[in-house]
């Protein structure tokens, strides 16, 4: 029953700020307001590199197409100020080195879920993120802190090499719940292909 109404909580949320943040204007996949501007802009000159990952699990293999936050830069800005990821795709964070914390939903529009991979390729926690949009008119500042204090809850507790940003739902739409994946779930990259 909680997670039906956790699901249904997320989607009116959604619907909800879709229908605020994305009416008229601005650049298309993108949130339309002055703080997205910039970002929308930089990714439309200098979009990330592309890959598709693989969620292995037994016999079963979960195709992923995903943009690849490799440098500081990309893994700051994540998926903040898109209006939609759809189905299917996401976000890979790669790290150099361990990193530990969790992520935020600052300037993060749709809902999201989130898993972290060890070293290895094995998960090292999950969580679903909501977004954290600035309802109460707060300073910037203020926004930043506040969406923080949410983050508390994303936090895997272990450290990370990688992590994984899906739409919120597609994976439970595959048929996994983000609380409860398979103990042998392992992340798989695949070879670029050159065209």
Not at 30 to 53: D, M, Q, W, Y
Not at 95 to 113: K, Q, R, V
């Amino acid at each position: 029953m909680y997670h039906r109404v956790a699901s249904m909580r997320r989607i009116v949320l959604f619907a909800l700020l879709t229908i605020t943040a994305c009416s008229s204007g601005g650049i298309d996949g993108f949130v339309n307001n002055p703080g997205c501007e910039s970002i929308a802009k930089h990714l439309t000159e200098e979009p990330l590199r592309k890959a598709t990952i693989g969620l292995v699990s037994g016999d079963t293999t979960r195709m992923v197409d995903v943009e690849v936050a490799d440098e500081p830069g990309s893994q700051t800005r994540g998926l903040m100020c898109r209006a939609n990821v759809p189905y299917g795709s996401g976000m890979l964070f790669e790290f150099n080195e361990l990193a530990s914390g969790p992520f935020w939903m600052f300037n993060t529009y749709i809902p999201l879920d989130i898993i972290y991979f060890n070293s290895a390729g094995g998960v090292a926690g999950t969580a679903v993120m909501l977004p954290c949009p600035n309802e109460n008119g707060l300073t910037e500042s203020a926004w930043r802190v506040h969406c923080l204090e949410e983050a508390a809850e994303y936090d895997p507790g272990k450290p990370y090499m990688n992590a994984l940003e899906l739409p919120g739902g597609w994976l439970l739409s595959e048929g996994l719940a983000i609380d409860s994946l398979p103990e042998d779930t392992q992340l798989q990259r695949f070879p670029a292909v050159i065209r």
